[in-house]
C-alpha cells in the first residue's frame, strides 16, 4: 500500500511539474521579412536599397551614422571638429574596434575606403556623396583628417550614407557575397531566394546591449506570403509591409504592432528626357496635369501615402508643397499635348518592377492616361537586378516608376548620367548653391528653390511619399518605426 501511494505521490508531482513548466529563456533570434532579395551585400556595389536595408550598422558601419530619428550620430568616429572655414573636419577614431575577420580598425581603413570611393574609376552608386573631398590624411593610428573643396554643409550626413562604409582593404573582394564590417553582427550565410543570416559578433565594443544572437533576414516578394508569413509566426517583423489593403485587417490584432511611419521614399514615374516625345517639356506637364493623385494614392496604395509635386519629402525640413502646379485637368493636358505637335496623343511603354506600389500605380498611371489619348504599354520588370542593367544603367527604357529612398537626393536630377537624361545648367547651379551652403535656413531656401525648379520642369512625374507599413510581433521592442534611409538597423531590437 505505501508502495502503491508512494509511486501516486510521485506521478503527481511530475504532472504537477509538466502543468507549470520551468520559466523559459528570453528569445535571443530574429526573423525579419523584406519585399526584395539584395543583389549582392556590398552597399559601394550597387544602387539597390535591398543591400542597405541588410548591411547598415548591422553589418557594416561608417564615420557617421543616421539614427531612427534622421539625425547624425558617432559611428566609427567617436568625435570630430571642423575648421574655421569649414573645409578641415579632424575624426578621432573609436579604438579597440575589430573588423569581423579579426584585424583592428584603424585610420589607414577610412583613408582607403574614402579613396576608393571618391576615385574616378569607383563604381559606388552615389560617387556623388564624396566629389566634395579633396584629400583624406592618416594623422596617426586614431585620427584622420579630411580636407574638402569647398565648405560642404552636408559633409557629415553624407558620410552617414551606407555608401561611405568604411572596409577592410583584404575583403573588398569578397564582400559582395562574405561581408566583412565592423558591426554588431557578422556574416553566417546567404541561400540565394530565401535568406540571410547573421550572428553577434562578439568582439562588437557594445555587445552587451545587443540582445539578439541571430538575426535572419527572409525575402518574401508576394504581398499575401507575406501575411501568411506573419501570421503563422515564421516572420517576427515586416518593416515594409507590401499589402496595404490587409494593414487595417492587422491594426486589429492585439499580437502586432502595427505603424504607419514616414520613409524618404519619393515614388516616381521617371521619363527618359532623352527620348521623344519626352524631351519636351510640354509633354510631361501634360502627362502630370493627367493624374488625380488623391485617387492614384487610394487605388494604389489604400490611401495610406501623402501627394507629392517634386523629389522631396514632406518629413523633411525646407519641405514646399508643389502639388498645385501641375492640378489634375485632362482638356488642359490635351491641348497641352496638343500643341507639342501630339493631338493624337502617342504610345508609350512604362517598365514597372515587381513591387505592389509599382504594378499598381502603373496599372493606374494608363488608365488615367488613356484619358488624354496616350497608350502606356504595361512591360513588368525584375527588380532590382535588370531594372539597375536595363533602366539604371543603360537607360534603355521610356518610362518606369520606383521609389528613390535615399535622403535629400533631389541632387541626382543634376547628374548627367542619371537615368532620367535630365539636364538642366540652372538646375545644377541651384543644387551648388544647396551643397556649399553651411547655414540652414539658407539651404532651406536654396532647396526650396530645387524643388520649384524640379516641379516647373517635370523631369519626373512625381507622385507620392511610400509610407513604412511596420508590423511586428506586440513582444518585439527597439524597431524603427520611421525610415530616414532605406535600412533595418535591428542592433537596438530586444524581446520584451
Not at 502627362?287 to 495610406?304: C, F, H, Q, V
Not at 525584375?382 to 536595363?390: A, T
Request: no cysteine; net charge neutral; hydrophobic share 40%.
Amino acid at each position: 500500500m505505501r508502495l502503491r501511494l508512494a509511486s501516486t505521490l510521485v506521478a503527481s508531482l511530475l504532472a504537477g511539474a509538466a502543468a507549470f513548466p520551468a520559466v523559459a529563456q528570453t528569445k535571443d533570434t530574429l526573423t525579419v521579412g523584406m519585399p526584395i532579395e539584395p543583389p549582392n551585400l556590398d552597399p559601394t556595389a550597387a544602387a539597390a536599397s535591398a543591400i542597405r536595408e541588410v548591411t547598415y550598422r548591422n553589418v557594416y558601419e561608417g564615420l557617421t551614422r543616421l539614427d531612427r530619428n534622421g539625425q547624425v550620430q558617432p559611428a566609427l568616429a567617436e568625435s570630430w571638429t571642423i575648421s574655421d572655414d569649414k573645409l578641415t573636419y579632424t575624426f578621432k577614431l573609436r579604438q579597440n574596434v575589430k573588423f569581423h575577420n579579426g584585424r583592428a580598425f584603424v585610420a589607414d581603413d577610412v583613408k582607403f575606403s574614402l579613396d576608393r570611393a571618391k576615385d574616378p574609376q569607383s563604381t559606388n552608386p552615389q560617387k556623388a556623396l564624396f566629389t566634395a573631398i579633396d584629400s583624406v590624411d592618416v594623422v596617426d593610428p586614431h585620427t584622420v583628417t579630411v580636407k574638402l573643396k569647398a565648405p560642404t554643409g552636408l559633409f557629415l550626413w553624407n558620410m552617414a550614407w551606407g555608401d561611405a562604409s568604411i572596409f577592410a582593404k583584404e575583403t573588398v573582394e569578397t564582400n559582395k557575397t562574405n561581408p566583412v564590417g565592423t558591426g554588431a553582427y557578422k556574416f553566417v550565410s546567404w541561400t540565394r531566394g530565401d535568406r540571410v543570416v547573421l550572428e553577434k559578433n562578439p568582439d562588437y565594443r557594445d555587445a552587451a546591449n545587443v540582445k539578439m544572437r541571430q538575426v535572419t533576414f527572409r525575402f518574401i516578394a508576394d504581398a499575401q506570403a507575406q501575411s501568411a508569413a506573419l501570421k503563422a509566426g515564421d516572420v517576427d517583423a515586416f518593416p515594409n509591409f507590401g499589402a496595404p489593403e490587409l494593414f487595417e485587417e492587422f491594426k486589429k490584432d492585439s499580437k502586432f504592432t502595427v505603424v504607419a511611419g514616414n520613409t524618404e521614399g519619393e515614388i516616381v514615374a521617371g521619363m527618359n528626357n532623352a527620348r521623344k516625345p519626352f524631351d519636351d517639356v510640354r509633354v510631361r506637364r501634360a502627362l502630370a496635369m493627367s493624374i488625380d493623385r488623391k485617387s492614384l494614392i487610394e487605388a494604389a496604395y489604400s490611401g495610406i501615402g501623402i501627394p507629392i509635386g517634386a523629389h522631396f519629402s514632406p518629413a523633411q525640413p525646407g519641405y514646399v508643397d508643389l502639388t498645385g502646379v501641375y492640378k489634375y485637368d485632362p482638356p488642359a493636358a490635351k491641348k497641352l499635348l496638343a500643341d507639342a505637335g501630339y493631338p493624337n496623343g502617342f504610345t508609350a511603354t512604362i517598365k514597372m518592377p515587381q513591387m505592389t506600389y509599382a504594378t499598381r500605380s502603373a496599372e493606374i498611371l494608363s488608365s488615367f492616361f488613356a484619358e488624354i489619348g496616350v497608350t502606356l504599354k504595361l512591360e513588368p520588370i525584375e527588380f532590382p537586378g535588370q531594372w539597375l542593367d536595363q533602366v539604371y544603367k543603360r537607360t534603355e527604357y521610356d518610362m518606369t516608376i520606383v521609389a528613390h529612398t535615399e535622403p535629400l537626393d533631389l541632387g541626382i536630377y543634376a547628374r548627367d548620367n542619371y537615368y532620367f537624361n535630365y539636364k538642366n545648367d540652372a538646375f545644377k547651379a541651384i543644387m551648388a548653391k544647396v551643397t556649399t551652403a553651411t547655414d540652414d535656413k539658407q539651404r532651406f531656401e536654396f532647396l526650396a528653390e530645387a524643388q520649384r525648379k524640379l516641379a516647373e520642369d517635370e523631369p519626373a512625374l512625381f507622385l507620392f511619399l511610400l509610407p513604412k507599413l511596420g508590423i511586428w510581433n506586440a513582444k518585439l521592442k527597439g524597431m524603427w518605426e520611421n525610415q530616414p534611409l532605406p535600412v533595418n538597423d535591428v542592433v537596438e531590437a530586444s524581446w520584451q
